[in-house]
């Protein structure tokens, strides 16, 4: 691409101030995600399998445990014949058992495949709403890198909502099942102190209760830091793989411009953030892990402990002993699932709070600015384009026309101008209505959708015949006369390849993109047209094929170009003006949940404050 005088920087992103939503607001927004899926009723069925299945486990284990006191009691009598027994009750409830842990598997599995798809379709829908996911990468940090929250942190928030779901329901189900048994249990159980008896109904029940909880208590205060440092790590996982892709999408340029080793210094500082953030995170585990790993070696001896007592003060037998202590480890089991999973529950937090708040700010960007006023949109019905007093407002300032109400006919070809730094982009938006941000009115032909053409193209992955046809056309066009209009801009070596489908971003330069793109217009034959600097960019030979072909193919077109105004006059007449008025007031947006847009002070605000 040639040397451009008039190169406009970036959209300037607005200063994001986070305000974070609450876990109410989070569990709400997934909840209400989950409530319009498509796949929400496969969802609710497997659901009600697994629960099923579960409570069929629970029974089995129930039954497993009662199973203790005949079988070591037979071993304490040496009764091998009731042994040899109690080995074919075992063999029937472990085989009911396996079967069962194989169904919870595939049902495990398929609530990770079908909340993976509801969440992940749900995004995709709420990010693909007209001119959203435009608007949500000009809010700042809650707009960036938005593919990761979508595919990788979504697949995360299923894997770990499902097992986190699966165990605590698991656990509760054990612990109602098993809270009864224990407590019968422990009904026997009596204390001979001094020559005193002291029964205490439910003993190992509300031992079991403290121990556990006390071991909770401990883990939350220890891996409470983990949701941070986890979601920290997301962030900046997010960013080295951002900062690899803009590698990967300009190594031609970097390799020209020799810029092999600042590009791999920028790599490496990415790394070492996410080393950092790895490293705090394996600090923090390492710190939970004495919590519960010393936990764990105690609860090996812990129940055999509690019931000791009354096993050496002869009130119950060695089976009766065994089978208290199964159902304590059952309870126990149960209360400890927090203490288990309590690195787990951490990386839920913090992936539930990247991923609800991506889509509470999906839903929350169209209230973006809502203090600010607004340009009105409306339609004519006797099919002109007017801008009525228009004002595109923004950070740095006021983009308007120098004329005050300007009318643009059918089939008139408009050239619309303006210095570096005007705001031409910023107001080709605003017509599109990207950015409604401003005063004044658009009035737009009614029944006539504008296409707009962009200084960089989008071509989807589709063949060159789809990205070329118009989806919803009345007639697909024929090959003869694509083939036709692929000449006429000096792409007739595409002839061949109508039905070759590929990545044409990459397969093909910029100058034969933006030909493309022009070419994609004489197909689709639209009445209006605007143009944002895309003319600029050709050298005079292809300037004068496109500006042929769109003389020859639509005539009648209306067409607004937008750009420098170093055109053939003969085809652009009539020209209009764009000035910015950098007094006006700077754009000042209103605060929402899960992050906030705020620009940056204008430029007279920070010289002052220097």
Not at 312 to 335: C, P, R
Not at 372 to 393: M, P, S
Not at 568 to 582: E, G, M, S, W, Y
Request: aromatic share 8%; proline share 5%; glycine share 8%.
């Amino acid at each position: 691409m040639p040397n451009r005088t008039d190169k406009k920087p970036a959209p300037r992103k607005a200063a994001v101030s986070v305000e974070a939503s609450s876990l109410a607001d989070q569990v709400a927004t997934i909840k209400l995600g989950l409530k319009f899926s498509p796949v929400r009723r496969q969802l609710a069925w497997v659901s009600i399998g697994i629960v099923a299945v579960i409570i069929a486990t629970s029974i089995g284990q129930v039954l497993l445990n009662r199973w203790n006191q005949p079988f070591y009691d037979a071993l304490a009598r040496r009764d091998m014949a009731d042994f040899l027994h109690q080995l074919l009750v075992f063999a029937a409830i472990a085989g009911g058992l396996l079967v069962l842990n194989i169904g919870q598997t595939w049902l495990n599995q398929m609530i990770r495949l079908r909340l993976r798809q509801a969440l992940t379709l749900d995004l995709i829908d709420q990010w693909m709403r007209p001119a959203r996911a435009f608007r949500l990468a000009n809010a700042g940090a809650i707009g960036v890198n938005p593919d990761q929250r979508m595919q990788q942190d979504a697949a995360h928030l299923s894997d770990l909502s499902t097992d986190l779901g699966v165990g605590l329901l698991q656990s509760f189900i054990l612990l109602v099942s098993f809270i009864g048994v224990l407590w019968e249990l422990s009904s026997g159980f009596v204390f001979h102190v001094g020559g005193y008896s002291l029964a205490i109904p439910g003993y190992m029940v509300w031992a079991a209760f403290i121990y556990a909880g006390t071991a909770s208590w401990l883990s939350w205060l220890v891996g409470r830091p983990l949701i941070s440092l986890n979601s920290e790590r997301y962030t900046r996982e997010a960013e080295l793989r951002s900062s690899m892709v803009r590698v990967n999408e300009n190594v031609d340029a970097i390799a020209l411009y020799h810029g092999e080793a600042d590009a791999r210094h920028r790599l490496e500082l990415d790394l070492d953030t996410v080393l950092g953030a790895m490293r705090r995170i394996y600090t923090a585990q390492i710190n939970l892990s004495w919590v519960t790993d010393t936990y764990g070696w105690i609860t090996v001896v812990a129940p055999i402990l509690v019931a000791s007592p009354v096993y050496f003060s002869g009130d119950i037998s060695f089976g009766g002993l065994m089978m208290a202590v199964g159902a304590f480890n059952q309870v126990h089991s149960s209360l400890r699932w927090f203490i288990n999973n309590i690195g787990s529950i951490a990386d839920w937090r913090a992936t539930l709070m990247r991923v609800a708040d991506f889509r509470i700010a999906l839903e929350e960007t169209d209230a973006l600015h809502d203090k600010e006023k607004r340009i009105q949109f409306g339609e004519n019905a006797d099919g002109k384009l007017t801008l009525n007093k228009l004002e595109v407002a923004s950070p740095e300032g006021c983009t308007r026309l120098a004329q005050t109400d300007v009318e643009i006919h059918p089939g008139e070809r408009v050239m619309i101008t303006g210095e570096p730094g005007a705001g031409k982009t910023l107001f080709f938006r605003a017509i599109a209505g990207l950015w409604p941000w401003g005063s004044g009115s658009i009035g737009l032909p009614a029944g006539e959708a504008p296409i707009f053409v962009p200084r960089v193209p989008y071509f989807p992955a589709a063949t060159l015949r789809e990205v070329l046809d118009h989806p919803n056309g009345s007639a697909p066009t024929s090959d003869a006369e694509i083939s036709a209009v692929l000449a006429e801009v000096g792409l007739e070596r595409l002839s061949s390849s109508l039905d070759h489908r590929g990545r044409w971003e990459r397969e093909l330069g910029d100058d034969e993109q933006r030909a493309l793109a022009f070419a994609r217009l004489a197909v689709r034959k639209p009445k209006w047209v605007v143009i944002d600097e895309a003319l600029d960019a050709f050298d005079g030979p292809s300037l004068r094929r496109v500006l042929a072909m769109l003389q020859t193919r639509l005539p009648d077109a209306a067409i607004l170009n937008i750009g420098r105004g170093l055109h053939n006059t003969q085809f652009f007449p009539r020209a209009l003006n764009i000035v910015k008025d950098t007094g006006a007031p700077a754009l000042r947006p209103a605060r929402v949940r899960a992050g906030a847009i705020e620009p940056p002070p204008p430029a007279a605000a920070r010289a002052k404050k220097k």
